[in-house]
Nanobody, 124 residues
Framework: QLRLVESGGGLVQPGGSLRLSCAASGFTFNAHAIVWFRQAPGKEREGISCISNNGGSTNYADSVKGRFTISRDNAKNTVYLQMNSLKPEDTAVYYC?????????????????WGQGTQVTVSS
């Protein structure tokens, strides 16, 4: 299974942008979907975006659709999350995770290989 390391988080003003990266190592990077999750203080962890194994399909939570874009570059073993028009409510720890079962995005909980997370803080 993959080892995943997130980076790119930080402090940004409302309306600003960040690009998160999820760097992977392993032999199965193109085998399964990759999902971005986030967890804000006092909130449940939520899935916000997913991309299929070959990048052919994506999905987004309603809370981020139209503002965030997920992509993957299998040649670079990296998944990205471009976040635009950031809002204070986007403040959370962001995690990428390999879906250990599904090559395509699914709308329910699965089993995951997790990264360590990166903090995103949106504040003026």
């Amino acid at each position: 299974q993959l080892r995943l390391v997130e980076s790119g988080g930080g402090l940004v003003q409302p309306g600003g942008s960040l690009r998160l990266s999820c760097a992977a190592s392993g032999f199965t990077f193109n085998a399964h979907a990759i999902v971005w999750f986030r967890q804000a203080p006092g909130k449940e962890r939520e899935g916000i975006s997913c991309i299929s194994n070959n990048g052919g399909s994506t999905n987004y939570a309603d809370s981020v659709k139209g503002r965030f874009t997920i992509s993957r570059d299998n040649a670079k073993n990296t998944v990205y999350l471009q976040m635009n028009s950031l809002k204070p409510e986007d403040t959370a720890v962001y995690y990428c995770a390999e879906d250990r079962i599904n090559p395509f995005c699914v709308g329910y909980s699965s089993y995951y290989n997790w990264g360590q997370g990166t903090q995103v803080t949106v504040s003026s």
